[in-house]
């Protein structure tokens, strides 16, 4: 797990679950994610790193969080927003697949890109003046109205990055995205013991708080809906269960995972699709409890809380999802026909008067525009798109 292809350790097991922990701990406390940062950054030996999410419909930075070794490193985000949202265009944020880091050498590799980004504002201000080297970056939100970024620099005295960087971003990557989505859903909102009740009715979304047997500690309003009606989770004999089958196996597992050995989640619980036979999934994500200062605190016994969106969630907007992934015409009506419930591509074909050959290579494009492979996972992101809490 701490290991690259070719052996080598990339970080110690103890610190990595270090830094793990402080990650889940930002879920619970959006004011921890400096502390975090700085502890992700110290292992890829950067002097500074930020997470920051864009509004795409306004053209502003709506969320970030950064740390530098340096206080002076630090500057408003917000105020350089269009020159970092232009900065950010050489990293293809709507199609690099999910939790696949990348670096800043190789995508202002052609002199057109680098001199305008050196042209710019921020670049001419604050970048170059600080001596920002090579950064790597991972995507950690995208969704029709807002795209977000984890961006760690280092100073242009230190080597460029390279594989062995990638490969422990990598490491680090699904924890912060779970972090982050957490995080979202409930409007980067903080969890206060003594109000974590009325905190969790206030969501329009279930959320169930389970042991590490999945017996259920606590649901909210929303849970409780959900568990009455039956037709995605239930509750057998006080535990919680997924009514499909891969969803069970799947949730049970994170759940486990989460008692044992947090840092070995990875991608196991984000996004959980709770099928049901008569509409589309609705998604889950597990943020493990059993660890961390600030998570140990919320419920005695918790292993794992879960959350679950609203059993009516409204559509995606398909137009904003051609928009942000780039999709045509075509592979946009391609989508529209899965997301309404096809039975197979050859019914998609016959809907739209076409070939089947024709669907598959839409289907194709589309898989790799918005970084999936499954027809189950494309419509479980477009589900993901769709906003959860109030």
């Keep these: 797990?701490?290991?690259?292809?070719?052996?080598?350790?990339?970080?110690?097991?103890?610190?990595?679950?270090?830094?793990?922990?402080?990650?889940?701990?930002?879920?619970?406390?959006?004011?921890?994610?400096?502390?975090?940062?700085?502890?992700?950054?110290?292992?890829?030996?950067?002097?500074?790193?930020?997470?920051?999410?864009?509004?795409?419909?306004?053209?502003?930075?709506?969320?970030?969080?950064?740390?530098?070794?340096?206080?002076?490193?630090?500057?408003?985000?917000?105020?350089?927003?269009?020159?970092?949202?232009?900065?950010m265009r050489p990293f293809?944020?709507?199609?690099?697949?999910?939790?696949?880091?990348?670096?800043?050498?190789?995508?202002?590799?052609?002199?057109?890109?680098?001199?305008?980004?050196?042209?710019?504002?921020?670049?001419?201000?604050?970048?170059?003046?600080?001596?920002?080297?090579?950064?790597?970056?991972?995507?950690?939100?995208?969704?029709?109205?807002?795209?977000?970024?984890?961006?760690?620099?280092?100073?242009?005295?230190?080597?460029?990055?390279?594989?062995?960087?990638?490969?422990?971003?990598?490491?680090?990557?699904?924890?912060?995205?779970?972090?982050?989505?957490?995080?979202?859903?409930?409007?980067?909102?903080?969890?206060?013991?003594?109000?974590?009740?009325?905190?969790?009715?206030?969501?329009?979304?279930?959320?169930?708080?389970?042991?590490?047997?999945?017996?259920?500690?606590h649901a909210n309003e929303m849970a409780r809906h959900m568990l009455a009606n039956g037709s995605r989770i239930v509750s057998r004999r006080g535990r919680l269960t997924a009514r499909d089958t891969a969803a069970e196996a799947e949730l049970s597992q994170a759940i486990a995972l989460a008692g044992t050995d947090e840092a070995a989640l990875g991608g196991t619980g984000i996004g959980v699709a709770l099928g049901a036979p008569d509409d589309q999934p609705t998604l889950a994500h597990v943020l493990?409890?059993?660890?961390g200062e600030v998570r140990t605190r919320l419920m005695p016994r918790a292993t794992a809380m879960v959350f679950i969106n609203t059993s009516d969630p409204p559509q995606p907007n398909l137009r904003a999802l051609a928009q942000t992934f780039g999709l045509t015409p075509a592979e946009t009506r391609v989508a529209e026909r899965l997301l309404a419930g096809a039975a197979n591509l050859a019914e998609v074909a016959a809907g739209l008067d076409v070939s089947l050959a024709t669907v598959k290579t839409h289907l194709s494009q589309v898989f790799a525009k918005t970084g999936v492979s499954r027809q189950s996972d494309l419509i479980a992101l477009m589900h993901r798109m769709t906003p959860a809490a109030r």
């Design 1 to 87: 797990m701490v290991h690259a292809a070719n052996g080598k350790q990339l970080i110690a097991p103890d610190r990595f679950s270090t830094v793990v922990g402080a990650i889940y701990d930002c879920a619970v406390d959006p004011e921890r994610w400096a502390e975090a940062i700085g502890e992700i950054c110290t292992d890829l030996s950067c002097m500074y790193g930020n997470i920051v999410l864009f509004d795409l419909d306004r053209c502003h930075v709506r969320f970030v969080k950064g740390w530098s070794n340096k206080a002076s490193l630090m500057v408003q985000a917000e105020a350089y927003a269009e020159d970092m949202m232009l900065l």
């Design 92 to 217: 293809p944020i709507a199609t690099l697949p999910i939790d696949e880091p990348t670096m800043m050498s190789r995508r202002f590799a052609d002199a057109e890109t680098l001199k305008a980004a050196y042209e710019t504002t921020y670049m001419r201000e604050i970048a170059g003046p600080r001596g920002d080297g090579d950064a790597l970056a991972t995507v950690v939100a995208r969704n029709p109205h807002s795209t977000g970024l984890f961006v760690a620099v280092r100073h242009e005295s230190e080597r460029p990055a390279g594989n062995d960087d990638l490969a422990l971003l990598r490491l680090f990557a699904p924890h912060i995205r779970c972090a982050i989505t957490i995080s979202d859903l409930m409007e980067v909102r903080a969890l206060e013991t003594e109000a974590l009740s009325a905190t969790l009715d206030r969501l329009a979304m279930g959320v169930v708080v389970v042991t590490s047997e999945n017996r259920i500690l």
């Design 288 to 291: 493990p409890l059993a660890r």
